[in-house]
C-alpha cells in the first residue's frame, strides 16, 4: 500500500499524512509541484519527529510520478468527489496506490484518465469535502483492514 499526494498546497497537511505514513508503515508519495517548498523543513510542524521515520519520495511531475509507478505495477487509486464508487465497497489489493488530490482544486483529468479507480466518501449532501489528511487516514484504514496490513498490535 501506498499514499500519495498529488500537488498538494498545505504543508501542515502534508505532514499529518507524512506522519500517518510513519505510524502505519506506509510509504508516501509527493507528487510536484506543491504550494510550498517540499522537505523536512515544512513538514516538521505537523509532522514532528515522525518525519524521520516514515518512507516518503518526492516525485518532479505527474509524468515522473507515472514512470516509477509503470515500474511498480500498482494500481492507481483516484479519491475524488467525482467518483464513482464509494471507498468502503471497493476491494482493496496490497499493492495499490492511494492517490489524493490538492486540496484547491483536486486532479486535472488528465491524472483522472489514467487512474484505475475512483473512489469517493460518502459525506452529507451540500458539503464540499473532506480534509486530505482526514480522507488519507479514512481510506488507509480500510485498505490496510481489507488487506490485514496494519501494523502488528503491542504485546
Known amino acids: 500500500m501506498i499514499l500519495a499526494l498529488y500537488c498538494p498546497d498545505i504543508a501542515q497537511n502534508a505532514g499529518t499524512c507524512l ?32 518525519i524521520d521515520t516514515v518512507d516518503w519520495h518526492r516525485h518532479d511531475s505527474f509524468e515522473a510520478f507515472e514512470s516509477w509507478r509503470s515500474k511498480a505495477s500498482g494500481r492507481l487509486v483516484l479519491f475524488t468527489t467525482t467518483g464513482g464508487q464509494p471507498y468502503t465497497n471497493f476491494s482493496f489489493r496490497p499493492d495499490d496506490i492511494l492517490l489524493f488530490g490538492r486540496e484547491s482544486a483536486g486532479v486535472p483529468n488528465s491524472v483522472h484518465a489514467v487512474a484505475d479507480a475512483r473512489l469517493l ?31 502488528s498490535p503491542l504485546p
Not at 502505519?24 to 515522525?50: K, Q, T, W
Open 19 to 50: 506522519r500517518t505514513g510513519a505510524c502505519l508503515g506506509v510509504p508516501v508519495h509527493i507528487i510536484e509541484p506543491a504550494g510550498f517548498p517540499v522537505g523536512n523543513a515544512s513538514f516538521r510542524r505537523a509532522g514532528m519527529d515522525y
Open 121 to 151: 466518501i460518502p459525506m452529507q449532501p451540500g458539503q464540499r469535502s473532506l480534509n486530505v489528511a482526514v480522507s488519507a487516514a479514512m481510506a488507509l484504514g480500510e485498505a490496510l483492514r481489507q488487506t490485514d496490513a496494519f501494523p
